[in-house]
Every structure is written in structure tokens, then in C-alpha cells.
């Protein structure tokens, strides 16, 4: 092993994957190493990941980004949880929102308490209990208010949606300020050293030879570098997720501006519903197994809020992530190292953990064989937790009204999946796996909002009285609906602070 340092990176391809992780190694390399990214105009980005998790904003203070600057650059909204409809059955529909859900005890979490009120018949429905679920309903937003602990507005969480292609712009200003160095143009070939196999540089279609050091492949679903030039492998998951295909369209604002993203089940799928600033981001993702794209189509577009900006643009996918995620001296972010479906907008939270990691196992030239492996391995155990959260979602069903529900409803899934349902369905009970990404509110208000109620709840419930209990669970809604009456709605507290187009005062 050399320890001679990384002296060279380049980053194959743009869009979000490849500029934020432009942006994030220019700020904590302040220039001690050369980066350079080459990108295509001609070859189109995916543009599906509107929708974000709260951790973006870790990702945006890391970079000392404005928020208010970000949003009116990308035509953001904000969001505090996305709406599942017609999920546990057709009708349903419940909120999973950020953040906490009700107010724990020294003893017990909240929602024990809430499952015994439930059971006596005197508890509401999961949502009356959280803030992030409370707000979107009546379309009112505020950011967390840290000076008032101790209420619910302390506790407010938020993610954003934005445009993507305009993410990606703002972020290329600001690595390119850092001394990022773009390339245009297409890239015919990839030559390997003799001997190791370890790429040494990327060819242009003008012949111009790209050497590097440490390559990071942003090339999306082809996984350029990941795939077709070192081989990694696919692991597909279809059998367990099995969409397949996706139509895309922009649509024209309609109605209040809620501060939630919308997941729709349809007969062999689902719509997804993004309302930004100037525009609202449609849709449906579905099985080409159980649906041919005409009908598909013609779903999404009768289930439009406005006027369409566009054609449906179709895209083709299969759920899985690459055997390898780092193989030699490259290492796949984005699309390139995997595809989960957005059902709950993973996909900008694994580009900024991808860049957290490399980052943290930043390489020498030599490329240690233990650190590569490391990496390999937290990566495929996210997937892994990550994946189980979605299945979740298709698996607690009570849908028999088409061949895709019966077919998600009785599919087996993975054992690690099993023994949360089998855990929660007992007593109440969700423990996060280490530092797995989705905490036990997030397992709670998706088992609970499809309908896997539990047979009991922790004995410590029953320790206080039922008019005690009945009390305290009372109490915790009747303030989240105070501090919800006196938000601003969220296109009032947008005008106010961060409108697309207003200056900054």
C-alpha cells in the first residue's frame, strides 16, 4: 500500500448525485485536491428526486448554504411528512410525518399510552398527536421554533421539495466557485491499468483523455464506470418491489400549498404528488407485470390537480443496488450504486450518506483493501434497512381488489422485515436497528396507518389510571391543535421569507 495522497478525482456525470458530491469534497478539500466532472447535456437526468428527508438540511449547513437562498434558487417548499392514500385499504389515508409523535414519559414512548386510549375507544386518530402530521392538513407550516422547548413547535422537522435540475444548477455555482473543473461532453471509453484493473482515465468523444486518481461514478442507472466497466454485479429485489416503470410530468399549481408530499395507490402502483413553488411534480410508478403503460397513462393524467406542462415522459428501472458499491479506485453514488423507488424519498438522502462515507474513508492512492470493504458493507446493510421500510408498505396491505395487492399482500419478505411486524404486532413494541434510518415513529405511523394493529401494549400503560391516561393523551392533542391554529400557512410563511424571485432583506 502507497500512502502517497489522492492527488486527482473525477466525478462521471452531473445532475444531483454528481454536484453535491462536487460540492461536498470541494468544501472539505479547500482545494487540496483537483476535481473535475464531466457531464453530458445531451444525456437526460432522471429527475424523480423532488421529494427529501429532514437530513438534507444537514447536508445544506454543512455546506454553510442559506436556507431562505436555497429555496428561492431552487423553487422550494417545504415538507413535514408524506400522505399514504389508499394503502391498508381503498380510502385510507394517513400521514407519516417527521419528527416525534406525541410526548414521551421517563417510562414509555407515547404511543403505548395511545394504543390502550385506542383500545377503551377514547384516543384519535395517530396523526392529532404529532405536530408534522397535525399541520399538513390544515396546509400551515412553521420552522422549529428552538427558543420554546418544551412545546410541540420546538419539535417541528422539515425537509424541502425543489427541483432537482435546479438543485443541481445552484450546487454547480457553488463547487465551480471552489474550483470544481466541469468537462462537456460524452464519454466513448474507459481505460483500465494492466495488472490491477484500476481505472486510470475516461475518454472523450474528441479524444481528449481524462486521467485520475479516485473516480466516482454519478452516471445514474447505466453505472458507467460501476458496471459496465468494472462489472460489480446487481442484486435485483423486484421479487419484493416489484415496480418496474415510471411516468413523469409536471403539472400547473392547484389548490393550497400543503407541506407534504402525496403517495397514491392505484391498481398496480402508485402516484406521486410534489407541489413546488411554480409547479407540482407528478407520477405514476407501477408494475409493467400487472399494468401496460397506455392504462398507466391514462391513470396518472385523469388524477392530475391542474393543467399538464408537459408529455409523460416514460422511464425503466429494476429495484435492487450493486453487489459492490466501491470496487479498485471508483466508487458509485446515486443511481449508479442502486434504485429504490421514492415511495419515501431516499434517494438525495443516499447521495449525501454515499458522500458522508466516502468522506470518512477518504482514500490514499493506494486504496486500502479493509476501508473499501468497510464501506461496502455499511452501504449494503442501509440498502438493506432502507429496502425492508418500503416492502413494509406494499406487505400491510388488506387490498384484494387487483392481481399486483394479492400478489404484495401474500409475496414472503425478508426475515429482518418479519421481525418488526411480528414485534410490533405483539405489544406495541419497534426498536430501530443501531442507527439504521428510519426511527420507531417512522415504523409506527406506517404500521399503524396500514392497519397491523397490536394485539397489546406495554403492562407500564396500565400502571397510571384510565383517567390519568385518558388525561394525558388528551392534553397532547388539544396543545399540538393550539400551536397549529396559530401557524402561518404555508404559502404565507413562503411569501414571507423565501419566494422564488423576491430578494433577500
Known amino acids: 500500500m502507497t500512502l502517497q495522497p489522492v492527488r486527482n478525482i473525477v466525478i462521471v456525470g452531473g445532475g444531483t448525485a454528481g454536484w453535491m458530491t462536487a460540492s461536498a469534497l470541494a468544501k472539505v478539500l479547500e482545494g487540496q485536491c483537483s476535481i473535475r466532472l464531466v457531464e453530458s447535456d445531451e444525456i437526460g437526468i432522471i429527475g424523480v428526486g423532488e421529494a427529501t428527508i429532514p437530513h438534507i438540511g444537514e447536508f445544506n449547513r454543512a455546506l454553510e448554504i442559506d436556507e431562505d437562498e436555497f429555496m428561492r434558487a431552487t423553487q422550494a417548499t417545504f415538507k413535514l411528512g408524506i400522505e399514504f392514500v389508499n394503502w391498508g385499504q381503498v380510502g385510507d389515508r394517513y400521514i407519516h410525518g417527521f419528527g416525534f409523535v406525541g410526548q414521551a414519559t421517563q417510562a414509555l414512548p407515547f404511543h403505548h399510552f395511545w394504543l390502550r386510549m385506542r383500545a377503551a375507544g377514547k384516543a384519535g386518530p395517530l396523526e392529532d398527536y404529532s405536530i408534522n402530521t397535525a399541520a399538513p392538513r390544515q396546509a400551515k407550516f412553521m420552522r ?24 443541481a444548477r445552484y450546487l454547480r455555482g457553488y463547487a465551480e466557485q471552489r474550483g470544481v473543473r466541469r468537462t462537456e461532453g460524452k464519454i466513448v471509453s474507459v481505460s483500465q491499468r494492466e495488472g490491477d ?27 458507467l464506470l460501476i458496471e459496465q466497466t468494472l462489472k460489480a454485479g446487481f442484486e ?11 411516468l413523469a410530468i409536471p403539472c400547473k399549481p392547484a389548490g393550497p400549498l400543503l407541506p407534504m408530499t402525496r ?7 402508485w402516484q406521486w404528488r410534489i ?7 407528478n407520477g405514476h410508478i407501477y408494475c409493467s407485470g400487472f399494468m401496460e403503460q397506455d392504462e398507466a397513462t391514462r391513470i396518472l393524467l385523469e388524477h392530475l390537480d391542474g393543467e399538464p406542462l408537459a408529455d409523460p415522459r416514460p422511464l425503466k428501472f429494476t429495484t435492487g443496488r450493486r453487489k459492490q458499491f466501491w470496487m479498485r479506485n471508483c466508487v458509485a453514488v446515486g443511481l449508479s450504486s442502486g434504485f429504490l423507488e421514492p415511495l419515501e424519498s431516499t434517494s438525495i438522502h443516499l447521495i449525501h450518506t454515499a458522500v458522508s462515507r466516502i468522506i470518512s474513508f477518504f482514500p490514499r492512492a493506494g486504496f486500502d ?3 473499501i470493504a468497510e464501506y461496502n458493507a455499511m452501504t449494503q446493510w442501509e440498502y438493506e434497512r432502507i429496502r425492508d421500510f418500503l416492502i413494509l408498505h406494499y ?18 419478505i425478508p426475515d429482518t422485515l418479519q421481525h418488526k411486524i411480528d414485534l410490533f404486532r405483539s405489544n406495541g413494541r419497534v426498536f430501530r436497528d443501531l442507527q439504521e434510518l428510519f426511527a420507531e415513529p417512522s415504523w409506527l405511523q406506517v404500521m399503524i396507518g396500514q392497519r397491523i394493529v397490536p394485539q397489546g401494549y406495554h403492562p407500564f400503560a396500565d400502571l397510571r389510571s384510565e383517567a390519568e391516561v ?21 404559502a404565507d410563511f413562503i411569501a414571507a421569507n423565501c419566494a422564488a424571485g423576491a430578494r433577500a432583506t
Open 144 to 167: 422549529a421554533r428552538k427558543d420554546m422547548a418544551g412545546s410541540p413547535v420546538a419539535d417541528i422537522s422539515h425537509a424541502f421539495h425543489f427541483d432537482a435540475g435546479l438543485y
Open 236 to 246: 435485483d429485489w423486484s421479487h419484493w418491489l416489484p415496480m418496474n416503470r415510471a
Open 197 to 223: 484493473g484500476f481505472i486510470d482515465a475516461v475518454v472523450m468523444e474528441g479524444g481528449e483523455r481524462i486521467e485520475g486518481d479516485f473516480f466516482i461514478d454519478c452516471s445514474g442507472l447505466r453505472g
Open 263 to 269: 403517495a397514491t395507490a392505484h391498481s398496480a402502483g
Open 470 to 490: 385518558e388525561a394525558y393523551v388528551a392534553n397532547v392533542a388539544q396543545v399540538i391543535a393550539k400551536c397549529v391554529n396559530v401557524m402561518p400557512t404555508q
Open 395 to 412: 406487505k400491510a396491505t388488506e387490498r384484494d381488489d387487483s392481481e399486483f395487492w394479492n400478489y404484495c399482500r401474500m409475496m414472503p
Open 275 to 281: 407541489p413546488l413553488q411554480h409547479r407540482t411534480g
Open 369 to 371: 483493501a479493509a476501508d
